[in-house]
């Protein structure tokens, strides 16, 4: 009987009634508590991997949906006690007809709420086409071996760099959460990618002059909690999935870390963290592959084209 | 019909009837063909990792199930164009009753038919109790974090390094199939052991002077391919699994591990290169942990007390 009043009982205030048990800790918390704990380990992240300058004007990439909105809330709610560092919120249109409107609404809307300047890019603007468009014609070409997320990934994150050196940012900050570290670590070690093994990390390195450096404060917070965050602070967000389909391999990675998750927990983070402690020795592997510039668009690149050029050019 | 004429066909002698497809590399094999493949892959990994030298004495470590006595089937037909290199086989018996009797047996007969010497060694005479006795005395203790598994792989690694050092062995060759080193692989990262991510290897290094060396010519075989190959063979081996329940995270990863490759042809391949890949760089890690002597036993150890005297005396 007592151990059953003790369990309801928030193990951080010892007062409220608790509502979330975390596997991983064994602490059962009440809603003030676990959000005050989310915003205490993205502060500590931030920290840890030295993700911030003061003085950093940082660009959030926000889509709209439940992570990124959650992070620019914290970021903004962070900033008021940082003078010297200033936030502007970027979103990417991609162009999915009957999707992304009502993300960019939604992002802006939240952006008008926290007072946060906010940029938008589209894909048709930039590269001519919707991703729509694009994918449209890599199906009639008969294209099977890029699914619609290998395209979206690159372009995207080429316009948010081009979009965050425009407006002057020293960084761009991603929501990426634990679970999407995670999924993109075994991903590339399933696909042999070691090189993106490599460069993908909490603070990407300073690799070129044009290079806007991507910095990821959710990267030790599970999606879970991400989502239990936006819910309980009630954040709008956009709760509809993408309309095309996500990569098969990427899916069947979070499907088995989610199952060996409830079954070992924990093992997302023990996963992160054996990558980070090979870090050292991963970044003699991106040291050896150094960046130029792209001869078609002058943007950084790992070759001679940049894999932004090369995906549009095998498009047209 | 003409395509089903055709796929019925070896691929490789494009005569025989072909009974085996090899989905990672869209091979068809008669079964003439698929062992000599089997046959030549093991020469190829134990050329590219330089398993042996040509006047190598060699430890086989033989349980008496199929990988292993096919391993040494492969390496005695391989000895005799070696003159210079000789074969013995070791095999270890952690005391398991009604299981452990039956693979002695066979990997006996296995050896007078080869005609290759054969070193029996016992828990019992090493350590002075039987795996069954070490088992029953921790559950006896209480002990939950140590599973069987825990116990055995620690005291029968040690076994095997007295034994092959005792006979004057050089190299002891054990049949860790492609299988067995990526579900090691991932449990090791899903554990955050990341010095033994290092050490693990298809040929460990030189570490110590009372440490014989350990390679691993099965390194690049799928288990279903070291099965079918006794098989075919007509090699008698022990089936009957182990009574002893293995670790359920290694039984997590081996099932994840399958789907995976069922869904994703090649992906155990990929996932040995990736880490293969980063070796240069794990063995820096590695080279920074030396070895040292146990203080109660003498033998190679990481810490003052070497893992088995320690499991050895928690026990006791």
């Known amino acids: 009987m007592s151990a059953n009043i003790a369990a309801s009982v928030c193990t951080m205030c010892k007062r409220k009634k608790s509502f979330f048990f975390r596997p991983y800790s064994g602490e059962r918390l009440c809603k003030k508590c676990f959000s005050e704990s989310i915003e205490a380990k993205v502060r500590a992240s931030i920290a840890k991997y030295r ?167 959710f990267c030790e917070i599970p999606e879970r909690e991400s989502a239990l965050y936006a819910y309980i602070k009630k954040i709008k967000f956009q709760d509809a999935p993408c309309p095309y389909a996500s990569e098969a391999l990427r899916n069947d990675l979070r499907a088995m870390l989610n199952r060996m998750e409830e079954n070992h927990a924990g093992t997302k983070f023990t996963v992160f963290k054996s990558i980070e402690r090979i870090r050292p020795a991963l970044d003699e592997i991106a040291k050896k592959a150094p960046f130029t510039e792209c001869i078609e668009c002058g943007e950084p690149a790992s070759s001679d084209l940049c894999r932004a050029c090369e995906l549009l050019r095998q498009n047209s």
């Open 51 to 217: 993700m911030f300058n003061f003085h950093d004007k940082i660009a959030v990439a926000v889509s709209g949906g439940k992570d990124s909105i959650s992070l620019l809330h914290i970021l903004a709610k962070m900033e008021r006690l940082h003078p010297k560092a200033s936030l502007v919120a970027v979103t990417v249109d991609e162009g999915i007809e009957g999707y992304r409107d009502e993300a960019l609404a939604i992002a802006a809307a939240n952006c008008r709420k926290l007072r946060i300047d906010h940029h938008m890019v589209s894909f048709k603007e930039l590269y001519n086409f919707t991703l729509d468009e694009i994918v449209a014609r890599a199906q009639r070409k008969g294209e099977r071996e890029l699914t619609s997320c290998a395209y979206c990934g690159v372009l995207r994150r080429r316009a948010l760099n081009i979009t965050a050196r425009d407006v002057g940012a020293d960084k761009i900050a991603t929501a990426h959460t634990l679970d999407d570290e995670v999924q993109t670590i075994l991903l590339n070690i399933f696909r042999g990618d070691v090189l993106r093994l490599a460069r993908e990390k909490p603070v990407t390195d300073e690799v070129h002059p044009r290079f806007v450096r991507r910095v990821k404060p």
